[in-house]
């Protein structure tokens, strides 16, 4: 029953950046892979970013080269820095485990937009 909270989203203009972040309730290593996932106005839910237990990164081809997952595990948290926004990567963006996800947090809302 690990839960997750994530905060940092906002409204930012295009070219933008914003650094989300993933607070889990126990270790990072013992629940294994992270990912970070959005759901676009009218989409589904998708994975933009995963992060193994061994520190290796995975990223969809809509966001390659400019978000990067990392982990401070001491503080078992997982962050998501996203730079040159554009507006559709407007959406609400979760964190979770890479597979067998129990329930789903808020989210935070990322709008970029001018």
């Known amino acids: 029953q690990v839960q997750f909270v994530e905060s940092g989203g906002g409204l930012v203009q295009p070219g933008g950046s914003l650094r989300l972040s993933c607070a889990a309730s126990r270790s990072i290593f013992s629940i294994g892979a992270m990912g970070w996932y959005r759901q676009g106005p009218g989409k589904q839910r998708e994975l933009v970013a995963t992060l193994t237990s061994g520190g290796s990164t995975i990223y969809a081809d809509s966001v390659k080269g400019r978000f990067t997952i990392s982990r401070d595990s001491a503080k078992n948290t997982v962050y998501l820095q996203m730079n040159r926004l554009k507006p559709e990567d407007t959406a609400v963006y979760y964190c979770?485990?890479?597979?067998?996800?129990?329930?789903w947090g808020q989210g935070t809302q990322v709008t970029v937009s001018s």
């Open positions: 979770n485990t890479y597979a067998t996800q129990i329930s």
